[in-house]
Protein backbone atom coordinates (compact mmCIF):
# COMPACT_ATOMS: atom_id res chain seq x y z
CA UNK A 1 0.00 0.00 0.00
CA UNK A 2 1.11 3.58 -0.66
CA UNK A 3 0.39 7.38 -0.39
CA UNK A 4 -1.47 8.73 -3.08
CA UNK A 5 0.31 10.14 -5.42
CA UNK A 6 0.13 13.53 -5.23
CA UNK A 7 2.53 15.84 -7.20
CA UNK A 8 -0.63 17.92 -8.20
CA UNK A 9 -0.32 16.85 -11.89
CA UNK A 10 -3.81 14.49 -12.63
CA UNK A 11 -3.72 11.24 -11.10
CA UNK A 12 -4.32 9.32 -14.46
CA UNK A 13 -1.17 11.17 -16.26
CA UNK A 14 1.21 10.04 -13.06
CA UNK A 15 -0.31 6.34 -13.08
CA UNK A 16 0.44 6.28 -17.00
CA UNK A 17 3.84 7.94 -16.25
CA UNK A 18 4.51 5.14 -13.54
CA UNK A 19 3.78 2.34 -15.75
CA UNK A 20 6.31 4.30 -18.59
CA UNK A 21 8.96 4.27 -15.99
CA UNK A 22 8.38 0.61 -14.94
CA UNK A 23 8.79 -0.45 -18.64
CA UNK A 24 11.78 2.07 -19.29
CA UNK A 25 13.30 0.54 -16.15
CA UNK A 26 12.97 -3.05 -16.79
CA UNK A 27 11.11 -4.29 -14.14
CA UNK A 28 7.80 -4.98 -16.42
CA UNK A 29 9.52 -6.50 -19.35
CA UNK A 30 7.55 -6.58 -22.76
CA UNK A 31 4.34 -9.09 -22.83
CA UNK A 32 4.50 -9.02 -19.22
CA UNK A 33 1.10 -8.61 -17.81
CA UNK A 34 0.49 -5.48 -15.70
CA UNK A 35 -1.23 -4.82 -12.48
CA UNK A 36 -5.31 -5.16 -13.23
CA UNK A 37 -6.58 -1.45 -12.51
CA UNK A 38 -8.29 -2.58 -9.25
CA UNK A 39 -4.93 -3.45 -7.93
CA UNK A 40 -3.41 0.06 -9.13
CA UNK A 41 -6.41 1.31 -7.49
CA UNK A 42 -5.97 -0.81 -4.22
CA UNK A 43 -2.26 0.16 -4.16
CA UNK A 44 -2.44 4.26 -4.54
CA UNK A 45 -5.97 4.37 -3.09
CA UNK A 46 -7.34 6.29 -5.78
CA UNK A 47 -10.37 5.27 -7.53
CA UNK A 48 -10.81 2.68 -10.33
CA UNK A 49 -11.69 4.59 -12.92
CA UNK A 50 -8.98 7.27 -12.78
CA UNK A 51 -6.43 4.17 -12.81
CA UNK A 52 -8.26 2.72 -15.85
CA UNK A 53 -7.93 6.04 -17.22
CA UNK A 54 -3.93 6.20 -16.91
CA UNK A 55 -3.70 3.15 -18.10
CA UNK A 56 -5.85 3.49 -21.20
CA UNK A 57 -3.27 6.44 -22.35
CA UNK A 58 -0.70 4.18 -22.71
CA UNK A 59 -3.30 1.23 -24.73
CA UNK A 60 -4.17 4.27 -27.17
CA UNK A 61 -0.53 4.48 -27.45
CA UNK A 62 0.22 1.09 -28.22
CA UNK A 63 2.20 0.93 -25.14
CA UNK A 64 0.14 -1.71 -23.36
CA UNK A 65 -2.78 -4.11 -25.06
CA UNK A 66 -5.72 -5.68 -23.57
CA UNK A 67 -6.58 -9.62 -23.76
CA UNK A 68 -10.27 -9.76 -23.38
CA UNK A 69 -10.96 -11.57 -20.10
CA UNK A 70 -7.42 -11.66 -19.22
CA UNK A 71 -5.92 -8.64 -18.75
CA UNK A 72 -3.66 -5.79 -19.62
CA UNK A 73 -0.22 -6.76 -21.09
CA UNK A 74 2.93 -4.65 -22.01
CA UNK A 75 2.95 -4.60 -26.15
CA UNK A 76 6.31 -5.70 -28.56
CA UNK A 77 8.64 -2.86 -28.86
CA UNK A 78 6.93 -0.84 -25.73
CA UNK A 79 10.37 0.12 -24.47
CA UNK A 80 11.24 1.78 -27.87
CA UNK A 81 8.62 3.43 -28.46
CA UNK A 82 8.74 4.82 -25.02
CA UNK A 83 12.44 6.15 -25.88
CA UNK A 84 11.59 7.64 -28.74
CA UNK A 85 8.26 9.27 -27.03
CA UNK A 86 10.76 10.51 -24.10
CA UNK A 87 13.63 11.84 -25.91
CA UNK A 88 10.95 14.19 -27.62
CA UNK A 89 10.31 15.68 -24.67
CA UNK A 90 13.34 15.39 -23.54
CA UNK A 91 14.67 18.99 -24.16
CA UNK A 92 11.14 20.72 -22.88
CA UNK A 93 11.52 19.19 -20.02
CA UNK A 94 15.12 18.76 -19.22
CA UNK A 95 17.56 21.08 -20.92
CA UNK A 96 15.20 23.61 -21.49
CA UNK A 97 14.92 24.05 -17.66
CA UNK A 98 18.48 23.52 -17.02
CA UNK A 99 19.67 26.27 -19.69
CA UNK A 100 17.04 28.76 -17.87
CA UNK A 101 18.75 28.19 -14.32
CA UNK A 102 22.26 28.49 -15.76
CA UNK A 103 21.32 31.82 -16.97
CA UNK A 104 20.35 33.14 -13.51
CA UNK A 105 23.31 31.76 -11.82
CA UNK A 106 25.35 33.17 -15.28
CA UNK A 107 26.95 29.94 -15.86
CA UNK A 108 29.34 29.60 -19.05
CA UNK A 109 28.68 27.47 -21.81
CA UNK A 110 31.57 25.81 -21.84
CA UNK A 111 31.01 25.09 -17.89
CA UNK A 112 27.77 23.58 -18.44
CA UNK A 113 29.79 21.28 -21.31
CA UNK A 114 32.37 20.86 -18.68
CA UNK A 115 30.00 19.65 -16.05
CA UNK A 116 28.06 17.22 -18.29
CA UNK A 117 31.47 15.69 -19.64
CA UNK A 118 32.46 15.20 -16.00
CA UNK A 119 29.11 13.52 -15.17
CA UNK A 120 28.77 11.35 -17.69
CA UNK A 121 32.62 9.56 -16.42
CA UNK B 1 -28.74 -2.46 -12.50
CA UNK B 2 -26.57 1.00 -11.46
CA UNK B 3 -27.98 3.27 -9.49
CA UNK B 4 -29.67 6.46 -10.80
CA UNK B 5 -30.42 9.45 -8.04
CA UNK B 6 -32.49 12.52 -9.31
CA UNK B 7 -32.40 15.28 -7.46
CA UNK B 8 -35.57 17.74 -9.26
CA UNK B 9 -36.19 21.48 -8.16
CA UNK B 10 -35.77 20.48 -4.50
CA UNK B 11 -36.22 22.84 -1.88
CA UNK B 12 -36.37 22.13 2.26
CA UNK B 13 -37.93 24.37 4.50
CA UNK B 14 -36.35 23.52 7.95
CA UNK B 15 -37.99 26.24 10.12
CA UNK B 16 -38.01 29.58 9.02
CA UNK B 17 -34.86 28.37 7.19
CA UNK B 18 -34.06 27.36 3.64
CA UNK B 19 -31.77 24.07 3.96
CA UNK B 20 -31.79 23.88 0.53
CA UNK B 21 -33.25 25.94 -2.33
CA UNK B 22 -34.34 24.97 -5.93
CA UNK B 23 -30.98 22.09 -6.03
CA UNK B 24 -31.07 19.96 -9.43
CA UNK B 25 -28.82 17.18 -10.35
CA UNK B 26 -28.38 13.62 -11.22
CA UNK B 27 -26.21 11.20 -10.04
CA UNK B 28 -25.88 8.24 -12.80
CA UNK B 29 -23.99 5.67 -12.44
CA UNK B 30 -21.97 3.21 -9.45
CA UNK B 31 -19.22 5.67 -8.76
CA UNK B 32 -17.98 7.40 -5.87
CA UNK B 33 -19.40 10.66 -5.37
CA UNK B 34 -17.93 13.24 -3.05
CA UNK B 35 -20.45 15.57 -1.47
CA UNK B 36 -18.34 18.67 -0.48
CA UNK B 37 -19.93 22.06 1.18
CA UNK B 38 -18.78 24.51 3.98
CA UNK B 39 -20.77 24.17 7.23
CA UNK B 40 -23.88 24.59 7.37
CA UNK B 41 -24.45 24.76 3.24
CA UNK B 42 -27.03 21.76 3.31
CA UNK B 43 -24.90 18.53 2.87
CA UNK B 44 -26.48 16.59 6.05
CA UNK B 45 -29.72 18.24 4.65
CA UNK B 46 -29.80 16.77 1.19
CA UNK B 47 -28.37 13.58 2.25
CA UNK B 48 -31.26 13.15 4.63
CA UNK B 49 -33.70 13.38 2.05
CA UNK B 50 -31.99 10.74 0.18
CA UNK B 51 -31.96 8.08 3.45
CA UNK B 52 -35.95 8.69 3.81
CA UNK B 53 -35.44 10.85 6.15
CA UNK B 54 -37.45 13.55 5.17
CA UNK B 55 -39.20 14.94 2.49
CA UNK B 56 -38.47 17.76 0.08
CA UNK B 57 -40.54 20.86 0.65
CA UNK B 58 -40.31 21.44 -3.23
CA UNK B 59 -39.25 19.40 -5.94
CA UNK B 60 -38.57 16.07 -6.31
CA UNK B 61 -36.04 13.01 -5.52
CA UNK B 62 -35.73 10.09 -7.30
CA UNK B 63 -33.69 6.75 -6.34
CA UNK B 64 -33.71 4.91 -9.51
CA UNK B 65 -37.28 6.28 -10.20
CA UNK B 66 -38.51 6.14 -7.19
CA UNK B 67 -39.58 8.43 -4.07
CA UNK B 68 -37.22 7.08 -1.41
CA UNK B 69 -39.65 9.37 1.17
CA UNK B 70 -41.54 5.91 3.51
CA UNK B 71 -40.85 3.99 0.73
CA UNK B 72 -39.25 0.29 2.07
CA UNK B 73 -38.27 -1.02 -1.54
CA UNK B 74 -35.92 2.27 -1.51
CA UNK B 75 -34.95 2.77 2.24
CA UNK B 76 -33.96 -1.31 2.01
CA UNK B 77 -30.82 0.10 -0.56
CA UNK B 78 -29.68 3.32 1.33
CA UNK B 79 -27.63 3.14 3.66
CA UNK B 80 -26.54 6.31 5.90
CA UNK B 81 -24.07 6.14 7.61
CA UNK B 82 -23.42 9.48 10.24
CA UNK B 83 -21.74 10.38 13.19
CA UNK B 84 -24.73 9.91 16.03
CA UNK B 85 -24.14 10.20 19.56
CA UNK B 86 -24.20 6.27 20.27
CA UNK B 87 -22.90 6.98 24.57
CA UNK B 88 -26.52 5.27 25.70
CA UNK B 89 -26.43 2.44 23.00
CA UNK B 90 -26.01 -0.71 25.35
CA UNK B 91 -26.09 -3.09 22.54
CA UNK B 92 -22.86 -4.91 22.11
CA UNK B 93 -20.35 -5.05 18.66
CA UNK B 94 -21.37 -8.37 17.88
CA UNK B 95 -25.20 -7.39 18.81
CA UNK B 96 -24.72 -4.31 16.30
CA UNK B 97 -23.67 -6.40 13.39
CA UNK B 98 -25.89 -9.33 14.18
CA UNK B 99 -28.76 -6.44 13.66
CA UNK B 100 -27.27 -5.08 10.46
CA UNK B 101 -26.89 -8.68 8.91
CA UNK B 102 -30.41 -9.19 9.50
CA UNK B 103 -31.49 -6.22 7.53
CA UNK B 104 -29.12 -5.90 5.02
CA UNK B 105 -29.42 -8.57 2.13
CA UNK B 106 -25.80 -8.07 0.80
CA UNK B 107 -24.12 -8.31 4.14
CA UNK B 108 -21.16 -10.05 4.07
CA UNK B 109 -20.45 -11.79 7.07
CA UNK B 110 -16.34 -12.96 6.69
CA UNK B 111 -15.74 -9.37 5.21
CA UNK B 112 -17.34 -7.55 8.33
CA UNK B 113 -15.16 -9.91 10.97
CA UNK B 114 -12.21 -8.90 8.71
CA UNK B 115 -13.06 -5.46 9.21
CA UNK B 116 -13.43 -5.60 12.91
CA UNK B 117 -10.11 -7.06 13.45
CA UNK B 118 -8.62 -4.49 11.35
CA UNK B 119 -10.27 -2.19 13.24
CA UNK B 120 -9.75 -3.48 16.58
CA UNK B 121 -12.86 -3.82 17.67
CA UNK B 122 -14.12 -5.90 20.78
CA UNK B 123 -16.56 -8.20 19.69
CA UNK B 124 -17.94 -8.05 23.17
CA UNK B 125 -17.80 -4.70 24.50
CA UNK B 126 -20.96 -2.66 24.91
CA UNK B 127 -20.97 0.28 22.27
CA UNK B 128 -21.16 3.19 24.26
CA UNK B 129 -18.29 1.56 26.02
CA UNK B 130 -16.45 2.60 23.13
CA UNK B 131 -14.23 5.55 22.39
CA UNK B 132 -15.73 8.42 19.45
CA UNK B 133 -13.01 7.11 17.17
CA UNK B 134 -14.09 3.18 17.50
CA UNK B 135 -17.87 3.81 17.50
CA UNK B 136 -17.27 5.66 14.13
CA UNK B 137 -14.89 2.70 13.05
CA UNK B 138 -18.06 0.03 13.88
CA UNK B 139 -20.18 2.30 11.88
CA UNK B 140 -17.51 2.11 9.05
CA UNK B 141 -17.74 -1.51 9.19
CA UNK B 142 -21.46 -1.80 8.90
CA UNK B 143 -21.65 0.92 6.11
CA UNK B 144 -18.86 -1.50 3.83
CA UNK B 145 -19.94 -4.74 4.86
CA UNK B 146 -23.69 -4.30 4.19
CA UNK B 147 -22.48 -3.90 0.51
CA UNK B 148 -25.96 -1.73 0.21
CA UNK B 149 -26.33 -0.31 -3.19
CA UNK B 150 -26.32 3.71 -2.02
CA UNK B 151 -24.04 4.44 0.61
CA UNK B 152 -23.54 7.37 1.95
CA UNK B 153 -20.82 7.91 4.67
CA UNK B 154 -21.51 11.61 6.18
CA UNK B 155 -18.59 12.21 8.65
CA UNK B 156 -18.82 8.78 9.22
CA UNK B 157 -14.79 9.09 10.43
CA UNK B 158 -15.19 11.77 13.25
CA UNK B 159 -13.28 10.52 16.32
CA UNK B 160 -10.97 8.13 14.01
CA UNK B 161 -7.38 9.05 13.95
CA UNK B 162 -5.24 9.14 10.74
CA UNK B 163 -4.09 5.73 10.90
CA UNK B 164 -7.93 4.14 11.51
CA UNK B 165 -9.31 6.68 8.76
CA UNK B 166 -6.57 5.54 6.17
CA UNK B 167 -7.46 1.92 7.15
CA UNK B 168 -11.19 3.16 6.03
CA UNK B 169 -10.42 4.24 2.63
CA UNK B 170 -8.18 1.93 1.75
CA UNK B 171 -10.99 -0.86 2.78
CA UNK B 172 -13.40 1.50 0.66
CA UNK B 173 -11.63 1.61 -2.33
CA UNK B 174 -10.59 -2.47 -2.39
CA UNK B 175 -14.28 -3.18 -2.11
CA UNK B 176 -15.88 -0.70 -4.08
CA UNK B 177 -13.78 -1.83 -7.05
CA UNK B 178 -14.74 -5.44 -6.55
CA UNK B 179 -18.31 -4.74 -5.64
CA UNK B 180 -18.99 -1.48 -7.39
CA UNK B 181 -22.17 0.78 -5.82
CA UNK B 182 -23.16 4.24 -5.62
CA UNK B 183 -20.92 5.26 -2.82
CA UNK B 184 -21.39 9.39 -1.34
CA UNK B 185 -18.47 10.75 0.83
CA UNK B 186 -19.53 13.69 2.60
CA UNK B 187 -16.34 14.82 4.07
CA UNK B 188 -14.56 18.13 5.51
CA UNK B 189 -11.17 15.93 4.79
CA UNK B 190 -10.92 16.77 1.52
CA UNK B 191 -6.87 16.40 0.57
CA UNK B 192 -7.54 13.24 2.26
CA UNK B 193 -10.39 11.73 -0.09
CA UNK B 194 -9.70 13.64 -3.48
CA UNK B 195 -8.09 11.11 -5.64
CA UNK B 196 -10.61 8.06 -3.95
CA UNK B 197 -13.66 10.53 -5.98
CA UNK B 198 -14.88 10.40 -9.41
CA UNK B 199 -17.30 12.84 -8.98
CA UNK B 200 -17.52 15.76 -7.26
CA UNK B 201 -21.16 17.83 -6.29
CA UNK B 202 -20.57 21.04 -3.98
CA UNK B 203 -23.24 23.09 -2.60
CA UNK B 204 -23.02 26.14 -1.56
CA UNK B 205 -25.74 27.90 1.24
CA UNK B 206 -28.37 25.21 -0.20
CA UNK B 207 -27.65 25.40 -3.97
CA UNK B 208 -25.78 23.86 -6.23
CA UNK B 209 -22.09 24.91 -7.08
CA UNK B 210 -20.75 22.43 -9.07
CA UNK B 211 -21.36 19.08 -10.40
CA UNK B 212 -18.60 17.20 -12.53
CA UNK B 213 -15.89 14.69 -12.61
CA UNK B 214 -13.43 15.19 -10.31
CA UNK B 215 -10.77 15.41 -13.30
CA UNK B 216 -12.69 18.18 -15.14
CA UNK B 217 -13.21 20.34 -12.31
CA UNK B 218 -9.22 19.94 -11.55
CA UNK B 219 -8.87 20.33 -14.76
CA UNK B 220 -10.56 23.91 -14.63
CA UNK B 221 -8.21 25.12 -11.64
CA UNK B 222 -4.74 26.84 -12.71
CA UNK B 223 -2.38 28.61 -10.57
CA UNK B 224 -0.93 31.54 -12.52
CA UNK B 225 2.69 33.50 -11.19
CA UNK B 226 5.29 35.68 -12.08
CA UNK B 227 5.86 39.28 -12.66
CA UNK B 228 2.56 41.23 -11.70
CA UNK B 229 2.46 43.81 -14.60
CA UNK B 230 2.19 40.41 -16.91
CA UNK B 231 -0.10 38.65 -14.71
CA UNK B 232 -2.61 41.73 -15.12
CA UNK B 233 -2.37 42.10 -18.72
CA UNK B 234 -2.68 38.15 -19.63
CA UNK B 235 -5.48 37.07 -16.98
CA UNK B 236 -7.64 40.32 -17.09
CA UNK B 237 -10.20 38.51 -18.59
CA UNK B 238 -10.45 35.29 -16.94
CA UNK B 239 -12.59 34.34 -13.48
CA UNK B 240 -9.78 34.95 -10.87
CA UNK B 241 -10.68 33.03 -8.01
CA UNK B 242 -8.44 34.41 -5.77
CA UNK B 243 -4.90 36.47 -5.82
CA UNK B 244 -2.30 37.02 -3.85
CA UNK B 245 1.24 39.38 -4.54
CA UNK B 246 4.28 39.69 -3.02
CA UNK B 247 7.01 42.01 -3.91
CA UNK B 248 6.86 42.41 -7.62
CA UNK B 249 5.03 38.25 -7.75
CA UNK B 250 1.93 38.24 -8.26
CA UNK B 251 0.00 34.53 -7.90
CA UNK B 252 -3.94 34.10 -9.17
CA UNK B 253 -5.81 31.48 -8.86
CA UNK B 254 -8.02 31.18 -11.78
CA UNK B 255 -11.01 28.85 -12.79
CA UNK B 256 -12.34 27.95 -16.14
CA UNK B 257 -11.22 26.08 -19.43
CA UNK B 258 -8.84 27.63 -21.13
CA UNK B 259 -7.46 27.24 -25.02
CA UNK B 260 -4.09 25.36 -25.48
CA UNK B 261 -3.12 28.23 -27.19
CA UNK B 262 -4.14 30.47 -24.65
CA UNK B 263 -1.39 27.97 -22.27
CA UNK B 264 1.22 28.09 -24.38
CA UNK B 265 0.80 32.09 -24.78
CA UNK B 266 0.89 31.90 -20.83
CA UNK B 267 3.90 29.86 -20.88
CA UNK B 268 6.02 31.82 -23.21
CA UNK B 269 5.50 34.75 -21.84
CA UNK B 270 7.50 32.73 -19.00
CA UNK B 271 4.76 32.90 -16.13
CA UNK B 272 4.67 29.55 -13.98
CA UNK B 273 1.55 27.78 -14.21
CA UNK B 274 0.34 25.02 -12.08
CA UNK B 275 -2.55 22.96 -10.73
CA UNK B 276 -4.75 23.81 -7.64
CA UNK B 277 -5.60 20.78 -5.04
CA UNK B 278 -9.30 20.06 -4.88
CA UNK B 279 -8.87 21.35 -1.62
CA UNK B 280 -7.72 24.77 -2.32
CA UNK B 281 -10.56 24.90 -5.15
CA UNK B 282 -13.13 24.43 -2.89
CA UNK B 283 -11.75 27.20 -0.43
CA UNK B 284 -11.77 29.60 -3.38
CA UNK B 285 -15.10 28.69 -4.78
CA UNK B 286 -17.11 28.82 -1.59
CA UNK B 287 -15.17 31.72 -0.28
CA UNK B 288 -17.94 34.16 0.57
CA UNK B 289 -16.91 38.52 1.10
CA UNK B 290 -16.52 39.03 4.73
CA UNK B 291 -14.77 35.51 5.27
CA UNK B 292 -11.37 37.04 5.89
CA UNK B 293 -8.76 39.43 4.64
Known amino acids: MCEPMNDGRPIFVQIAEHIENEILGGS ?16 YKINPATAAKGVNVLVNEGILFKKRGIGMFVAEHAREKLIEKRKKTFFQDYVAAMLREAEKLHIEKETLIQMIEDGQK | MTTEIKVDHVSLRLGDQNALSDLSFQLKGDKIYGLLGRNGAGKTSLLSLLASFRE ?4 TVLINGERPFENQRVMNNVNFIYAKNQNDESETVKGMLEFAERYRPEWDAEYASKLVKRFKLPMDQKVKALSKGKQSALDVVIGLASRTPVTIFDEAYLGMDA ?12 DYAEHPRCIILSTHLISEVASLLEEV ?41 KQQQLG ?26 GPIGLQELFIYLTEHEGDGE
Do not use: C, W
Open chain 2, 56 to 59: PTEG
Open chain 2, 248 to 273: RTKSVMIYGQLESLRLSELERSGLEL
Open chain 2, 201 to 241: VIIDQGKLLVHEPVDILMAHGLSITGPAETVNRLTSDLRVL
Open chain 2, 163 to 174: PARSVFYEELIK
Open chain 1, 28 to 43: LEELAQVPSTNQFAAF
